[in-house]
């Protein structure tokens, strides 16, 4: 198959999932209505900025994309797609998602004890960032890969599983709730890095061995325009470069927050110098 006859299996309504997109646009809709024309009515609600919705929008498009579109169907031809769908999954979308969920959404479930203990264990940056990170470089294990994708219930569980541990991982970075978000600026840019170097060893083995490791996808596929080694190459690059690139977008916008609220401490503090120095001239 030639790429151009690949990238035409996107243009075919018939490849998405038409009633998971009816799901998302719901989901959407009724997103929109509580930030927006509804946020009046409901108690301790503040509106939600543009961009947040956007962020929260572009959130679920991308989920749509990884579940209902025909990347879900040529994840399982293809080991370069899988690493696409799931860097989709569990680096770019968890992100976009908690920066556009405000905390009024939250704080009702946070209030129910059972929750409230779970995500304090779970959100604690060094818990969750050897949970996260191990599970997802323990999940491309060839033998755990192998049985999980040989089996749709293991599947689902671990997907279920890598989905949730993904947003309590990105939740001390960007967490929703103001009074929970505790870690400074600097501890953040340190985890961001620190996740970074985490998965380095599970993407380099899949990057540069010289073998495909993984049976499922060992054969070359009809859909293939690649050997298998290329294609398993080519996953582990795609999953590699896009997580630097969000790590890195993640560790900019962490810093330039703390640069601003650094300045404008600095600039309060030097009105209050100036006023106090004000006072004490005066005869």
């Not at 009816?22 to 929109?32: E, N, Q, R, S, W």
């Not at 860097?87 to 979308?93: A, L, P």
Request: proline residues 6%; glycine residues 4%; charged residues 10%.
């Amino acid at each position: 198959m030639s790429s151009t006859q690949f990238l035409q299996l996107f243009t075919y309504a018939s490849n998405w999932d038409i009633m998971l997109n009816l799901v998302f646009v719901a989901i959407a809709l009724v997103y929109i209505l509580l930030t927006g024309p509804m946020v009046k009515y409901i108690p301790g609600a503040t509106p939600v900025s543009g961009l947040h919705r956007f962020s929260f929008i572009m959130g679920l498009m991308f989920f749509y994309f990884a579940e209902g579109s025909p990347l879900k169907l040529l994840s399982h031809e293809l080991f370069s797609m899988h690493m696409t769908q799931m860097t989709i999954m569990y680096i770019v979308m968890p992100p976009l998602l908690l920066l556009g969920i405000p905390g009024w959404f939250v704080r009702p479930l946070l209030k129910i004890k059972v929750i409230q203990l779970l995500m304090n264990f779970f959100t604690k940056p060094l818990i969750i960032l050897f949970i996260f990170n191990g599970l997802l470089s323990i999940y491309h294990v060839p033998a755990v890969f192998d049985m999980i994708m040989g089996s749709h219930l293991y599947h689902n569980i671990a997907h279920s599983i890598l989905l949730i541990t993904a947003l309590l991982m990105w939740w001390p970075v960007i967490c929703p709730v103001e009074e929970m978000d505790k870690m400074k600026p600097l501890h953040k840019l340190g985890y961001i890095f620190a996740n970074g170097i985490l998965l380095t060893p599970a993407c380099a083995l899949i990057m540069f061995g010289d073998a495909t490791i993984y049976s499922m996808y060992s054969q070359v596929s009809p859909f293939s325009f690649m050997t298998p080694l290329q294609d398993q190459q080519t996953g582990g690059v795609i999953m590699k470069i896009t997580q630097e690139v969000v790590y890195i977008t993640a560790i900019a916008l962490v810093f330039s927050r703390w640069f601003r609220e650094q300045r404008a401490q600095d600039e309060k503090e030097l009105l209050e110098w100036k006023k106090s120095q004000l006072a004490t001239d005066k005869p």
